[in-house]
């Protein structure tokens, strides 16, 4: 598990895009945008509108917090302070495994994942997980993988 996070050194200040969401990550919630005219469902939510039909009035759906690992990437040079000693750290793009829509689109979430790089791999399971900070406003989710998967890919294979 790579070394903590020092929260002390990030200034994160919900918005009013994003004050919903941290307050649902207060409560161990996750959750992404939802249209409710189409259904449509992204990620982060900072946009407006509805990118499929248009509608000005997002609303929220509060996934599982379960999905699985698209891509990652390993950061070994941090660019923020509170990185520091945490690299490196593997951060993961993760699709939300309740979020895939008829059409074929799938929410993806980026996410600071738990495990040391040998462990993640392209196809694995993963699961969110509530990091308390101490920003009592903030509770950071992080990810972990959860299982395993029959072909997976790493990027040293
Ligand atoms: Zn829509």
Redesign the pocket.
């Known amino acids: 598990m790579p070394a903590p996070i020092d929260y002390s050194k990030l200034r994160i200040v919900p918005d009013f895009d994003t004050a919903e969401w941290w307050a649902a990550a207060r409560e161990h919630k996750y959750l992404v945008r939802q249209?409710p005219?189409?259904g449509?469902k992204w990620f982060p939510p900072i946009f407006p509108a509805?990118a499929?039909?248009g509608?000005l009035k997002p609303g929220w759906f509060q996934t599982a917090g379960k999905g699985v690992i698209h891509s990652y990437v390993v950061v070994v040079q941090p660019i923020v302070g509170a990185f520091i000693g945490t690299v490196p750290y593997v951060v993961a793009i993760i699709e939300l495994d309740d979020c895939r829509e008829a059409g074929g689109s799938v929410t993806r979430v980026a996410g600071v994942m738990l495990d040391d790089e040998p462990e993640v791999a392209i196809g694995l399971p993963c699961e969110v997980v509530y990091e308390e900070t101490a920003d009592p406003r903030i509770v950071m989710p992080r990810w972990r993988v959860s299982g395993s998967a029959a072909n997976v890919w790493r990027f040293n294979e």
Do not use: L
């Open positions: 249209c005219d189409c449509h509805c499929r039909c509608s």
